[in-house]
């Protein structure tokens, strides 16, 4: 008995003192309301160094909080209970969240540096008028392969990745719409079908890939890519980005069939408390010279064009990260679908993942 | 057993907590499970439930989940038993669980890497003049890393049992001639029952629901229960089919435990008091 | 004490090795200047200089370690009482149902313990940050401890109670000077769990927390996304140094004072 009452008080001392030295590395404490920023992202997308130039120029402190997934995100955001002023979420998302009444609008009076973004990338389909969102990183899905490993293949088109000389070679992405997505490109449909008929056919043509399927990962498809233990894989730009820029045999090609142009944006969520904070926010990462160390440390495509000039033009100039116009007029945007058709594709998907091995 | 250890306050946080943090979850399952995407009562779930791929995927979740729980069970077995033989048998017992402690996730990059082909275990292989191996993604690859996971949960109670047994009952038993294989299968094994159960109980359900590594280590090449549900509450966000089975691994749980639950007559043979 | 055979001590040697091959690799690659877990490419040691400049990060290993401790220990408290209390029930269905209850949370996956602890502590209105981590982390903890108790009350012999009970003794004393000392070492072994299961946790917590307030496990998963950076592996190296000189240090210092004592035997 005796041992568990002293276990008992180590524990709670312990804690004590933890807890006294948290307290004196945070600096929260006695701010609120408006001197406090919450903003909700996705990991390592941020380079923190601009959070603290933020904190020393407007005198806002920020709270930096994480999630690793758009719908947990939105769970998280419309149950309540937390307020977040920032957040940014996939463009399919923001299509949700503006449905469930989830975001506030942007006032761009306050947001002067909105000039420096690409016209291109502003009033598109999920946001016309970029009423509740002001565009953060850009990208498309291609497939990502090693030249030393794959020689004299180039992946012009979808259908290479049906060729019998890839068997169990093909790495695809955990992610209905962008596995269905190659599918659908490469007999000419729309990445944004709802016909059943249609769907029904793309899965079919995919289960036909089944033998060629080597696994179906998420993000951990970067560390297996890099090692050369895979040799081909269906991926996100940003993410083939950092692939090539550890293993220079690798290189990215998006199929001329066309394929999928995402966004993440930056949202004001309904649950702000520091709109006009947010709003300050949004206006300094739009700023150039910002945007530009960003886009240099996170390594994903920006839509700032001022920012363009300021970086690497050997990375700016590369169509992998940055296609012309007429490449990108190929590619759609995911629209929303509603949850009965996303329902579909994900049915249809776990279909098609069962019938692997 | 006399009602006499029952001090009716010191269990109110129990029950309150079985209240709030069992009873009303399962209520809410249940009752999320009658919805559609829309919100409106259906049973179409369980309809769905019933065609082939959650049928298939049930089956080869049971499959998995028994693997796992017996080379858990093979591996931990005679590790809590020579741990009980070592001289700083704690220390061991705690050096076992603090692996643990590292968070899952960075573990399972550290097995990507190890079983990578550029991996420890291929250039180890490579050297003995064996060729590189596909172990990524293979179905050895995925017991090994979840068995890996649950050793610890399988060894706990087994260690628990297996030091509480009175060395005199072995002695007596070798005294009375009994070979080694005897003793084990007639004195320490069913003296030990209760832990291995527990171990059991503790492995064998969680690898049901088993998740993340399904995708990182086994590259969706097995699906259990657990992805399933995992991929209805956070892609499809279609709660009710998620609910739905939930509800059916709650009940297979009900039926595990079952046949799992502790024996009156197994544990009063041994003048266990009940 | 009869000695371990030379095979037994390879055998028990080989688990250890693979308990802990993938932490060693951890610690491996936290020193590579590669910035991945792969191609080592010179030693560093720039990955544990900028754990000790990221406050926040400092700051969410705190509230990771304070959350484990607090919640290990209150539902080791909850859940020993509970498992005595399991076991003195004399309807038998009663306490299998009991037990299945219990077990409930041991099964579900983490997105509905997560999800419908979510719904649970907005509803009730608890603000969402420690207090209900804290609670989420003792509720799925409750029932491991349980688990661990139970096995060892059930070798309780009864008769040390009903002795107990003939020499007088009360209720409280049963409690504290018999069944205790007894299942003490399945009380640890259900404390030791609990902390496993909150390190370990990351579903329960990312729906549960809000306001600022995270794990490392939250803040790991989070990062895959683009990457996670060796700073994490940095500091899991140094979680790791730091857990294993406690708990050597205190096994040794205890291990120590006792022999000197010389009362020796079981802990």
């Known amino acids: 008995m005796k041992s568990l009452v002293r276990a008992t008080v180590v524990i709670l001392l312990v804690c004590g003192l933890l807890m006294y030295a948290a307290s004196v590395m945070d600096q929260t404490s006695g701010k609120s309301g408006k001197d406090v920023l919450t903003i909700y992202n996705w990991g390592e997308y941020i380079d923190t160094d601009l959070i603290k130039q933020f904190e020393k120029e407007t005198g806002i402190h920020v709270i930096y909080e994480t999630f690793d997934s758009n719908e947990a995100m939105m769970t998280k955001i419309e149950q309540g209970g937390t307020s977040y002023d920032i957040s940014m979420p996939s463009e399919y998302t923001i299509e949700q969240m503006k449905e469930r009444d989830l975001l506030l609008p942007i006032d761009y009076k306050q947001i002067p540096n909105i000039k420096n973004i690409d016209p291109d990338f502003l009033d598109l389909d999920f946001d016309q008028d970029n009423k509740f969102s002001v565009p953060y990183f850009w990208g498309t899905v291609g497939i990502v392969y090693n030249t030393a490993i794959l020689d004299g293949q180039n992946f012009d088109s979808w259908d290479d990745l049906w060729d019998p000389s890839l068997k169990g070679k093909v790495i695809l992405v955990d992610s209905a719409r962008e596995v269905l997505g190659v599918s659908l490109n490469s007999m000419g449909k729309s990445l944004n079908s709802t016909d059943s008929k249609e769907l029904k056919a793309a899965t079919d043509k995919l289960i036909k890939m089944a033998p060629n399927v080597k696994a179906i990962i998420g993000d951990e498809v970067t560390q297996l890519m890099v090692n050369g233990d895979a040799s081909v894989a269906l991926t996100w730009s940003g993410q083939a980005a950092d692939m090539m820029f550890e293993n220079e045999d690798l290189t990215y090609n998006v199929p001329n069939e066309g394929s999928n142009l995402w966004f993440d944006n930056m949202v004001i969520p309904k649950t702000s408390k520091n709109v006009e904070g947010a709003h300050k926010f949004i206006n300094f990462m739009l700023d150039a010279e910002v945007a530009a160390q960003n886009a240099d440390y996170v390594g994903y495509s920006t839509p700032n064009k001022a920012a363009l000039k300021l970086m690497d033009p050997e990375v700016v100039n590369d169509e992998r990260y940055y296609p012309s116009k007429e490449v990108r007029d190929n590619l759609h945007v995911y629209k929303n679908l509603g949850k009965e058709k996303i329902g579909e594709y994900n049915e249809l998907f776990l279909k098609f993942k069962m019938s692997i091995r | 057993m006399r009602n006499k250890r029952n001090s009716p306050f010191a269990l109110i946080p129990y029950y309150v907590w079985i209240a709030l943090f069992v009873i009303a979850p399962i209520i809410l399952v249940a009752y999320y499970s009658l919805l559609d995407l829309n919100g409106n009562f259906t049973i179409a779930n369980y309809q769905n439930f019933f065609t082939g791929v959650y049928l298939k995927m049930t089956l080869s979740s049971f499959w998995y989940a028994f693997l796992i729980t017996l080379f858990s069970l093979l591996v931990s077995y005679p590790a809590a038993y020579l741990i009980t033989k070592t001289k700083h048998k704690q220390l061991w017992l705690i050096l076992i669980i603090i692996p643990s402690w590292i968070n899952l996730l960075l573990k399972t990059y550290a097995f990507i890497g190890i079983f990578g082909m550029s991996g420890p275990i291929n250039s180890f292989l490579k050297t003995i003049g064996i060729p590189q191996q596909q172990i990524l993604f293979t179905d050895f690859s995925f017991v090994f890393v979840a068995v890996y996971i649950f050793i610890p949960f399988m060894i706990l109670p087994i260690f628990n049992s297996l030091d509480k047994l009175n060395p005199a009952l072995i002695y007596a038993a070798r005294d009375l001639g009994a070979s080694r294989l005897t003793t084990f299968r007639r004195v320490i094994l069913p003296l030990t029952m209760n832990g291995v159960k527990s171990g059991i109980q503790a492995v064998f359900i969680p690898a049901l629901s088993l998740f993340m590594i399904t995708r990182l280590i086994a590259g969706n090449r097995v699906i259990t229960l657990g992805t399933a549900i995992e991929q209805q509450f956070l892609v499809t966000q279609n709660w009710g089919m998620g609910s739905t089975i939930a509800v059916f691994l709650i009940l297979f749980m009900f039926i595990i435990m079952l046949f799992t639950g502790q024996k009156e007559k197994g544990a009063t043979q041994y003048g266990k008091a009940k | ?267």
């Open chain 3, 1 to 267: 004490m009869e000695k371990l055979s030379k095979s037994s001590k390879l055998y028990l040697a080989l688990v250890f090795v693979i308990l802990y091959a993938p932490i060693l690799f951890l610690v491996f690659y936290s020193f590579n200047s590669g910035g991945t877990m792969t191609n080592f490419k010179s030693f560093t040691l720039e990955h544990y200089i900028a754990v000790f400049e990221d406050t926040r990060l400092l700051t969410i290993l705190i509230n990771t370690v304070v959350v484990a401790l607090l919640s290990a220990l209150i539902s080791t408290m909850i859940g020993t009482l509970g498992a005595i209390g399991i076991v003195s029930m004399r309807n038998r269905k009663l306490r299998n149902t009991v037990l299945s209850l219990n077990n409930i949370l041991i099964v579900s996956p983490d997105v509905i313990i997560g999800a419908s602890f979510l719904i649970l502590f907005t509803m009730v209105g608890v603000k969402l940050g420690f207090t209900s981590v804290l609670l989420a982390h003792v509720a799925f903890s409750i029932p491991i401890v349980v688990i661990m108790v139970l096995p060892k009350l059930q070798e309780m012999s009864s008769s040390l109670i009903d002795a107990a009970l003939d020499l007088g003794a009360t209720r409280r004393d049963i409690l504290t000077r018999v069944i205790l000392p007894y299942i003490k070492p399945g009380i640890f072994a259900g404390f030791f769990l609990a902390l496993t299961y909150s390190l370990d946790d990351f579903a329960v917590t990312f729906f549960v927390t809000g306001n600022g307030f995270s794990t490392l496990s939250v803040e790991i998963y989070s990062m895959a996304r683009a990457g996670v950076s060796l700073t994490v592996n940095a500091i899991s190296g140094l979680v790791f140094f730091v857990t294993m000189l406690l708990v050597l240090g205190y096994y040794f210092v205890t291990n120590r004072s006792r022999g000197a004592s010389g009362t020796g035997g079981r802990k």
